[in-house]
């Protein structure tokens, strides 16, 4: 079956560490996007890439980097340098700009 | 600023009853407006896409409206089940300068009790 995984699905960090979350689609779609979800906010945009080896900064980047090395996987490294990283983290790929996305099942981190 | 606003922000409803979830926004220029459901600790899941020039769509018992000219869209759940229970969001999508961005709703949480 087509999909986008995420893994893990729990994720606990201690305060200083990097910790990197998988995504991988097997859906043959160019562009890929990490989001963060907060309770009571609407998701916002970490990292989006539209083809391999490219990639560009959503509305939340600081703090976080990504990698584009093959089309079907694009992991997130949640630095240290990111101050509030408790939050659920949704990986989502789409066919192009404009398409609707399909969605992990999503990462939640907590910091401890 | 391009904004969506959902409401009400949780509801609660008893299985079999309709229900309806409001979208409004405030954006520009306007491309398409989606609604997913996002069971809880699970991405979210598109349940219709709707483009200018289309007032309803339904699929299911899931039946999205849009007023283009007041801003305005709504999901009219039928017959509610226990498995409606989850966040709906309305997310706006806005083109510009070739580049579209998605505006997402913060989501109404609705729970269907037996």
């Known amino acids: 079956d087509g999909g986008i995984t995420q893994s893990p699905k729990y994720l606990f960090r201690k305060e200083g560490q990097n910790v990197t979350l998988s995504c991988e689609q097997n859906l043959n779609h160019d562009a890929m996007y990490w989001y963060r979800q907060d309770p009571g906010q609407g998701l916002r945009l970490i990292y989006y890439s539209q083809i391999v080896n490219d990639f560009q900064k959503g509305d939340i980047a600081e703090g976080y980097s990504v990698s584009r090395e093959k089309k079907e996987s694009f992991p997130l490294t949640v630095t240290s340098a990111q101050k509030n990283p408790t939050a659920f983290y949704l990986c989502?790929?789409?066919?192009?700009?404009?398409?609707?996305?399909?969605f992990g099942s999503g990462t939640r981190l907590t910091v401890v | 600023k391009n904004q969506v606003e959902q409401s009400p922000q949780s509801l609660i409803i008893l299985e079999g009853k309709n229900c309806t979830l409001q979208?409004?926004?405030?954006?520009?220029?306007?491309?398409?407006l989606r609604w997913y459901k996002q069971d809880t600790g699970r991405g979210p899941v598109s349940l219709t896409i709707?483009?200018?020039?289309?007032n309803t769509k339904s699929n299911g018992r899931y039946t999205a409206t849009l007023d283009a000219d007041t801003k305005q869209s709504s999901l009219h759940i039928t017959a509610s089940q226990l498995s409606d229970s989850a966040s709906y969001i309305c997310?706006?999508?806005?083109?510009?300068?070739?580049?579209?961005?998605?505006?997402f709703g913060t989501g109404t949480r609705l729970k269907v009790l037996a």
């Open positions: 989502a790929s789409s066919i192009g700009q404009g398409y609707g996305y399909t």
């Open positions: 709707m483009t200018f020039s289309e």
């Open positions: 997310v706006v999508t806005i083109l510009t300068s070739g580049t579209y961005k998605y505006i």
């Open positions: 979208c409004n926004y405030t954006v520009s220029p306007f491309s398409n």
